[in-house]
């Protein structure tokens, strides 16, 4: 008997504005199957749905405005999503296609890089390789983005998805911790103009650290730090998990360090610019 297809499932909800929109809906057909619906007033009715308008238009209406992804990136999308990330010899694994970075954020990194005329990029956590490939497209033809990713299955799939685009050769993928990387990389005296930090959210200290001491992000660099609203958990009443605590300590020791100066967009997930100050 053949094995049944693999189903691709829909991506759940993992912004606070994809959350937000997703529990707003469950709220109207909450009310909705209430046995007197009639009896919600009507002001409160016409104030719920303009929420639900809101929060579940915001994507789709960035997604229309946003410059449309490359031929490369949708192939590199649509592979991630069709892939079965809980099938490693029968037990699931920590990643899941919802780690897409995916077009906005993408397109974002892609105008963050040619607006600092960045010619090398590091990226610290590559999963299937969207951002990677998204900024290595507005990389100069003698740029390099050097891609740090601890699994050997996710990086083998972004080196094939690479392989489809002239962009891809500007693009080096090291496999293993982060951190041994890093420190091999400042070994050698390598440094970049702009930092993608998207991996191990208990390790972005740690990171941070590393490329303001040794040496690894350029005088003028920007750090992109990708997921630091972490779907509301750092600011909700309800106690974070174990990555919503790590975000919120990791946002607080940032906003108290005087060697830097950053914001925090609430784009996607979060992604937070830091630089040097002054």
Known sequence: MSALPHQVATPRPVTPVGILAALLDRVA????????????????????????????????????????????????????????????????????????????????????????????????????????????EALPEDGELVACELDPEAADLARRAFAGSPAGRRITVEVGPAADTLAALAARGEVFDLVFVDADKAGYAGYLTTLLDDGLLAPHGLVCVDNTLLQGEPWLSTPPGVNGAAIADFNAGVAADPRVEQVVLPLRDGLTLIRRAG
């Open 29 to 136: 057909d909450g009310l909705d199957g209430l046995h007197d619906a009639a009896a919600v007033p009507d002001d409160v009715r016409a104030d719920l749905d303009r929420a639900r308008e809101l929060a579940g238009g915001l994507d789709p209406y960035l997604e229309r405005c946003t410059t449309p992804e490359s031929d490369a990136l949708a192939r590199l999308a649509a592979g991630t999503r069709a892939h079965d990330w809980t099938d490693r010899d029968g037990e699931a694994v920590f990643l899941e296609q919802e780690m897409l970075s995916g077009h906005v954020e993408g397109q974002a990194l892609k105008m963050l890089v040619a607006a600092t005329r960045a010619r090398r990029v590091l990226e610290i956590g590559l999963f299937t390789g969207y951002s990677a490939l998204a900024m290595a």
